[in-house]
Each structure stands twice: as structure tokens, then as C-alpha cells.
């Protein structure tokens, strides 16, 4: 499969670089150190339809086709992997909104996403059920004409920022993933409690939560889509974010390199340049190698999503996930070995790329899950 990045797609990545250069750059070792979410750059970005670029134009959306939407996040990791994930998933459980929301939900929360107005949260994970989505076991029991949610979603971002949330809950108990449903459950909702988790790893700019639901009561019109079929919905994004989460990945990885190639070119030791060294120049040409095939492979893999074929974009985002990811920490540990002792402490971004990077290992399914389903499709 051939591609090349059109005259449009090239003015959104330029138009991308330079505002996470002007305004992320800046800040990000900061917001990085203090664990603070970043929601005046969020709200800047919102002014140039970088937040959500996947919702349509008639809901206030940039209406970006999914390679465009993955140059967007991976310039935005580029920049800075904490920043680039509190901007990137302000829109997290837009898609089953904008596929299978009612009119109601599309008009009254999508522009005010899009215009930064509001964050939204997609709360799937559970402290005993992260991989395994047919196993949660939070319920939704019908109660007239409200649903009555209760149990506990863990990891979930944006779970203390959001003003709305995606429920995946079970509204059928003895069926798996056959009864699983999708609420829009907001926030405010009495006996919605977030508490935040703030000791990780990496991106720390980026919000986490534990979200306890307590006796939570929706209308029954807050059903997105079905009862009982909102893991086959949820199926159909599987592969949209995980390209997202492929390009990522390209994002740290470059950044990773970007700042190796630069501290090459400044750090000396006998009296040169170490980027002179060939064990130095050999370390630069491989981690390249590694961020330009992890790039290729996702970029095909948003093609493969755009042109709708779910089998296709199964096999190549779980490919591009895996390659982009696992790739994204051998590169990023590259950079701390160029960067040497300097680059095992927070002087230089070297040590937050490598931090950042591991997250996508994991998120989005695991490299484990991927590879079971690329051999799923080659067997």
C-alpha cells in the first residue's frame, strides 16, 4: 500500500508543530514536575480545532480524516507527551457519540468539546478488568425511566477535568459481553465520585482517575445506541484508537530523537562533537530507522481505518500499536544513552520521553493483546 501526505495534510502538521513548539515546548518540564493539567493550552487549541479534530464540521469540528487527526497527536507527543495526551484526549468517547448518540447528546455536547468548552471521558476499565472488557463488572439496572449505575472504572483520563463521561456498563449480567450498554452519564451526576490518581510514571500532565459510581441515576434516554449491544459498538473504535496510540508512540520517539541529535551536536568529549563518534552516529541511524518505520506502519494503518474495511484496520493498528510502541522505548532509551549522565535527570527532556513512552505498551491493549489478535488474522 502506497500513500503520500497531501498539500492539506502537510499545512495541518505544520500548523500542529508550531503551535506545541510555541506552546507546549515551552512549559512542559513544568507541568511535568507539578502534575498539572494544562487547561489554558487546552482551551488555545480548542481555538484552532486541535481538540477533537474527529468531530464533524456541522457540531463545531475540524472534521479531520483519521491521517490528519494522527498527525495531530503525534506532533502534539512530539512536543511533549504529558501536554500532547490531556489535549489529545479531551474528546475521548466523542466517535460513539458522533456514531451513535441521539441528536440530543450530538448538539449539546460535541461543539462545547470542540470549542473547549467542556472535556469528555470514556470510563471502560475497571480495577479487576482492563484487557478483558466483556468481564466489567459495573451494572446499570433499569429503574423506570432511569437506568441506576453502580461500581467502580479505574484508570480512566480526564476523570477529574471531564464534564461528561461514556459508561460502559452491564445492563444484561449473565451475558458477557452481549450485555453490555453505553450511557452518557454527566459528571455532576449525583453519586459520581473521581478521585485522582497522581503517582505515575509518566505523562503527568495528563489526568487519571478512579471513578466510584454510587447509586448513579441517567434518564433511560441516555442510552447511546442499544441495550446490551455497547461492546459491539465500542468494537468498532477499537482500531481508531489504537492508531491514535500508534502515533503516539511516533511522537515521544521522535521527540526522543530530536533531542538526542541535538545534545549530539553540543556535548563534547575529546575535544569534538560526541555526534562525531561513529558508535554516537550508529545509535542516531538506528533510532531514525525505528521512528520512520513506526511512522509508515501507522500512517498506513489510518489509512486502513479510513477506508472503513474492520478487518484491514484490525490487523495494521494492532501492528502499527505494537511496532510503534515497543520501538517508541528502545528509541527513547537510546536517547538517555547519548545523553548519558545528563540524561538520567530532569535537566533534559531525555528521561520524561522514556518515562512517557511506556504507556503505550499498555494503554489500548497491551502488547500481549496485540499480538494475539494479529495472529488471530494470519492463522
Known sequence: MAFSLTDEHRAIRQAVREFAEEEIVPVARQHDEEGRYPEAIRRTAAEYDFVAPNIPIEYGGAGMDKLST???VEEFWRADPGIGSAVGSAGFGTDMIVEFGDEWMKDEWLPAIAAGDAVSASAISEPAHGSNVAG???????????????????????????????????????????????????????GFRPEKIDNKLGIRASDLAEIVLDDVRVPAENVIGEVDRGFYQLMEFFASGRTNVAAQAVGAAQGALDAAIEYAGEREQFDREIAEFQ????????????????RSLTYRAATAVEDGDQEIAAKFSSMAKLFASEHAVDVADDGIQIHGGAGYVTDHPAER?????????????TSEIQKNIIADRLL
Do not use: C, Q
Open 70 to 72: 494522527v498527525l495531530v
Open 136 to 190: 466489567i463488572e459495573t451494572r446499570a439496572e433499569r429503574d423506570g425511566d432511569e437506568y441506576v449505575i453502580n461500581g467502580t472504572k479505574m484508570w480512566i483520563t480526564n476523570g477529574t477535568v471531564a464534564d461528561v463521561a461514556v459508561v460502559m456498563a452491564k445492563t444484561s449480567p449473565g451475558e458477557s459481553h452481549r450485555g453490555i450498554t453505553a450511557f452518557l452519564v454527566p459528571t455532576d451526576t449525583e
Open 279 to 294: 558508535a554516537i552516529r550508529h545509535k542516531l541511524a538506528e533510532m531514525a530507522t525505528s521512528v520512520e518505520a513506526a
Open 353 to 365: 520521553y522514556y518515562r512517557d513512552a511506556r504507556i503505550t505498551k499498555i494503554y489500548e491493549g
